[in-house]
T-cell receptor, first 109, second 121 residues
């Protein structure tokens, strides 16, 4: 299967944005979804794991969910800050294979 | 605090073998609920998982690269390594090593800074 993300999204500071990650086949609920943030010229960092859990140090402005009706996962960032401007990648599993979505560029303007 | 550092040649000729090593500093590669992966990212593009290894030596590879990839571990040196043979320009990328916590859904909780490998004659 593949994970499809929008190429880009944009929103204003203080607003809320949601990034989707749609699984092409099989149930989105059948394997965990993680989300990674990658700022320019930096290594990725996890912001959500196991669908909706936040690693230590990640602010609660970041939340994750899965929706079986649309077979997709989503990352929601509330109270947007300029520092949230980055590429975001979803990632899941096909057996032992780790699959990444194509990434979404978030612009905060 | 564990840190990961990739090392290896930055330039590889087409058809040759790309070899990289990841060293874990500040903690043992053998301890904890972890496995160790290689992930790459061509310039301006997305992330691609290459494969993983457990400290015990068990491996899994991406189906698209499986025929060309070998990942090995040397626990005595706190290192794991990547070999990718028969490289082409399409293998030019920033190569990351990363640690995954299999006790927490297998998410990558630690990444190296990445090392750029260019395939060119």
């Amino acid at each position: 299967f593949i994970l499809t993300q929008p190429h880009s999204v944009s929103e204003s500071p203080g607003k809320t944005v949601t990034i989707s990650c749609t699984r092409s086949s099989g149930s989105i609920a059948s394997s965990f979804v993680q989300w990674y943030q990658q700022r320019p010229d930096s290594s990725p960092i996890a912001v959500i794991f196991e669908d909706n859990r936040r690693p230590s140090g990640v602010p609660d402005r970041f939340s994750g969910a899965i929706d079986s009706s649309s077979n997709s996962a989503s990352l929601t960032i509330s109270g947007l800050k300029t520092e949230d401007e980055a590429d975001y990648y979803c990632q899941s599993f096909d057996g032992s294979n780790h699959l990444f979505g194509g990434g979404t560029k978030l612009t905060v303007l | 605090q564990v840190q990961l550092q990739e090392s290896g040649p930055g330039l590889v000729k087409p058809s040759q073998t790309l070899s990289l090593t990841c060293t874990a500093f500040g903690g043992s590669i053998s301890r904890g609920n972890y496995y160790w992966s290689w992930i790459r990212q061509p310039a301006g593009k997305g992330l691609e998982w290459i494969g993983r290894i457990y400290a015990s030596g068990g491996t899994n590879y991406s189906p698209s690269l499986k025929s060309r990839v070998t990942i090995s571990v040397d626990t005595s040196k706190n290192q794991f390594s990547l070999k990718l043979n028969s490289v082409t320009a399409a293998d030019t990328a920033l190569y990351y090593c990363a640690r995954a916590n299999w006790g927490s859904g297998g998410y990558f909780d630690l990444w190296g800074r990445g090392t750029l490998v260019t395939v060119s004659s």
